[in-house]
């Protein structure tokens, strides 16, 4: 799942940076096309891994995504980097008021620095970046349907049965 990630993805960012945990043997994303690194933080959560990826990143903006969503789109992702141009980042969000705090733009150094320091807090929560950040763009779920009508990017894989439905997805002509 991680080379469909990569794949989808080094198509439309300059660099692809996959984040593993500490006890995580690196060498099968090695050769990918992505820079593999070692997460830093011991914690196991989203918020440790993108402290390092975020620092590891050399854009001035990084999208931050998942390893288990595998149909990310290249053009929600183009729309999540022009949302976030002059901004601090820019993730999109439901109608309830949910952020997707695992499918958005970041100022990569601040949110870094930003994500670190949660951490020393004894923090763990992700979405706690773009709470903490002073401008960030909402782009609400219908911007996200123009270019991706059936939110397949959103499509989270976490059970045998969002796999075989990935592949199914993923399987068809586009």
Known sequence: MVSWVIERLRATVDEVVVVVGPEVDPSPYV?????????????????????????????????????????VN?????????????????????????VEPLHAVYASKPSAALAERLLTHGETRLSLILRSLEDVSRVPMDSLRRVDPDLLSLLDVDTEEDVNRAEALLARPS
Do not use: K, M, Q
Not at 39 to 67: H, I, M, Q
Not at 78 to 96: M, Q, S, V
């Open 31 to 71: 050769g990918l096309g992505a820079i593999v690194v070692r997460d830093e933080v011991e914690a196991r959560t989203p918020l440790a891994g993108a402290s390092t990826g975020l620092s590891r990143a050399s854009g001035e903006y990084s999208f931050l995504t998942g390893c288990d969503y595998p149909l």
């Open 74 to 98: 290249h053009r929600v992702v183009e729309l999540l980097f022009g949302e976030a141009d002059g901004h601090d980042a820019a993730t999109p969000i439901w109608p309830n008021g949910y």
